[in-house]
């Protein structure tokens, strides 16, 4: 049996990771492969992982996996992004959360057949959706901003909320199954009422400690990123150990709000912690789907019949949508957001992990059978049930999030409007100068820099400002991607650098919508544009800045532009359109000895300063 656990969790790690790879790479949700890959891999294919070979030890694994996981979903949730849809986001983790159980349990209950207490347990686990799966759709697929807000948030949240109602009715459900279930209000209170209060209290320490920490470490200097993502490791461990020590599952409560508490503090350094454990969540993920996949027997997936495919048509059509139109009665989402949301509910390894946690705990080994009463032996026979239905609906939430999503959202008409916020990799006084121009005609921006000083200077200016690597994707995708984004502007005077940013942009927004200063060419004489560095330079010095010529034409290589109705676009000189008509076009202009503003006569690179002294090492420290 050690032999093949450690099997078993070698092999699920590794595929998991190179599934997770190869999911990424095609862009393309992992989840369905990774239940297929964990089928084939299991008891129902060449048998060469067993995720009951790790007995307990599965379950401790699934605990801090979980874990970890509602950590780094938790850092995600500032002040900004709960501020789009509070009412929404509230009414989906209480209302909406009792009516899916509820929902759920009298689904369960007859149309499948299955016991009550079964139908309970099976309605608490459905409770979560799943952010390891919203997430990464969710970036693909830009909807409105509330919606995206509401559906984000509720993805996280949910999460401990589900966990602790589906172990806390799991535990009542085994008590009334062995027959030591007598007071049941101090055995709701005990269950329920324990892990939250106890795990919020813990939570609200470890999360207050880590940010005074946190701020400390800051205020001695910037801090390397590998010390962040062990803070952050630590943090999240502790939160987790401390909360499981007031209660079971209280540790989930604690790191989200210890997560939530890190996520609002206003320190720098705080950014970097959203990229903090990446690998681990990929790699966590892909191993649990995998080892708990491989306990699916093939005689279980041949027993599907017509009344499981009902009962998920069930949850998918009416408990679902109901649940969703009462919990946002007065919220901010329209009638076809609502509608939308009501549609987009696709689980994930939470659920999985839960309901492999109930039908181990439930199912009654067969030296107890014997003596045990009818009710008993009934909730042990379904126990097994209660896991195929929970991965059929992954599968099929799933496969209907990942694949129709995007033609019904189109047909409900609840995209994102015109991406038309502009991201500027460089906060240099160039790029402070578009973007308080951009800024007073009303087109959202947001500047990026590793340079803390440059960040803090824009951010004092009033310009929103991210600190971060630009040339990380993982971390571009997690922390600055946005729904309103339709723009990106790369100008970090280091050529290499802007050429990696440039392609993210293009991935992201579109070709013709990602911009870098174009490159100078051998031969170039006056009248072209000067090389990034030079213009760099060159409004450090105050030799020259961004102009905005209203309704003119500009005589100078035009860097970007803004029609009448706040729509922006990158100019000529960035390799983008004409100004239109009517339109503002942004140029680089001369400064005068007097401050006047020049005629926006071209400048040469020959002409300018030399741009070594302001652009830092490689360029790279403005990225």
């Known amino acids: 049996m050690k032999e093949m656990a450690t099997q078993s969790l070698s092999l699920a790690v590794g595929v998991g990771a190179l599934v997770s790879v190869a999911c990424d790479r095609f862009k393309f949700p992992a989840v369905l492969p990774l239940l297929v890959t964990g089928v084939c891999l299991g008891g129902a294919g060449l048998g060469v992982v067993d995720g009951n070979s790790l007995g307990e030890s599965l379950r401790a694994f699934i605990s801090v996996a979980i874990g970890l996981l509602v950590f780094e979903g938790g850092l995600h949730l500032d002040k900004h992004e709960l501020g789009k849809a509070p009412r929404a986001v509230w009414g989906l983790l209480t209302i909406g959360a009792l009516l899916t159980w509820i929902g759920v349990a009298l689904a369960a209950h007859y149309v499948v057949g299955l016991e009550w207490a079964n139908s309970l347990v099976l309605g608490a686990i459905l409770i979560v959706t799943g952010p390891t799966v919203i997430q990464p759709i969710l970036r693909r697929l830009p909807l409105k901003p509330n919606l995206h807000a509401a559906l984000s948030a509720e993805g996280v949240l949910i999460d401990p909320i589900g966990v602790i109602v589906a172990i806390s009715t799991l535990e009542l459900v085994l008590l009334y199954q062995h027959g030591t279930f007598e007071n049941p209000f101090s055995g709701v209170f005990k269950l329920l009422a324990v892990p939250f209060l106890g795990g919020a209290v813990i939570g609200v320490v470890v999360g207050v400690l880590g940010r005074s920490v946190l701020r400390f470490l800051v205020r001695r200097g910037r801090l390397d990123p590998t010390h962040l993502n062990l803070f952050a490791l630590g ?37 970097d912690l959203r990229t903090f454990k990446q690998q681990i969540a990929t790699i966590l993920v892909g191993a649990l789907f995998i080892l708990l996949a491989s306990r699916l027997e093939w005689s279980r997936i041949t027993s599907i019949s017509w009344l499981d495919a009902a009962f998920v048509g069930v949850l998918f059509l009416l408990v679902r949508p109901v649940s969703v139109f009462v919990s946002t009665i007065r919220s901010r989402l329209s009638v076809n957001e609502r509608l939308f949301a009501g549609l987009f509910a696709p689980r994930g390894i939470v659920a999985a992990s839960m309901a492999s946690v109930a039908a181990v705990r439930l199912s009654l080994p067969e030296e107890e059978l014997a003596t045990a009463s009818e009710s008993a032996i009934a909730i042990s026979r379904h126990a097994q049930q209660i896991e195929t239905l929970v991965f059929l609906v992954i599968f099929v939430t799933v496969a209907f999030a990942g694949s129709a999503g995007g033609l019904v959202a189109s047909v409900l008409r609840v995209r994102a409007g015109v991406r038309n916020a502009v991201v500027i990799v460089g906060a240099h006084k160039l790029g402070q100068q578009l973007a308080t121009q951009l800024v007073r005609r009303k087109v959202p921006v947001l500047l990026i820099d590793t340079n803390s000083d440059r960040v803090n200077a824009a951010a004092r200016a009033g310009i929103p400002t991210v600190e971060g690597d630009a040339t990380d ?36 927004l579109g070709e013709g919508h990602a911009g870098a200063w174009p490159e100078q060419k051998p031969g170039e004489g006056s009248g072209s544009l000067m090389t990034c560095r030079g213009a760099i330079s060159s409004v450090e010095f105050d030799m020259q800045h961004v102009r905005a010529l209203e309704g003119g034409e500009a005589t100078t290589p035009v860097l970007a532009w803004v029609d009448e109705k706040q729509r922006f676009g990158l100019g000529p000189g960035l390799g983008g359109t004409p100004v239109p008509k009517g339109g503002t076009a942004m140029v680089l202009d001369v400064m005068k000895a007097d401050g006047v503003e020049g005629n926006g006569g071209a400048a040469s690179s020959e002409s300018k300063p030399d741009p070594d002294p302001v652009v830092e090492g490689d360029g790279s420290a403005s990225a």
Do not use: H, K, Y
């Not at 604690?254 to 350094?269: C, D, E, P, Q």
């Not at 970090?492 to 293009?506: L, Y």
């Open 235 to 271: 943090t999240c461990m502790l939160a987790v150990g401390l909360g499981e020590s007031a209660a079971p599952e209280a540790g989930l409560v604690a790191t989200t709000v210890a997560a939530v508490i890190l996520a609002n503090a206003n320190i720098s350094g705080t950014r």
């Open 473 to 508: 994707p993982r971390w571009m995708d997690e922390a600055v991607f946005r729904p309103d984004q339709g723009w990106l502007v790369a100008w970090t005077g280091n050529v290499d650098v802007d050429r990696v940013v440039r392609r993210w942009g293009i991935e992201r």
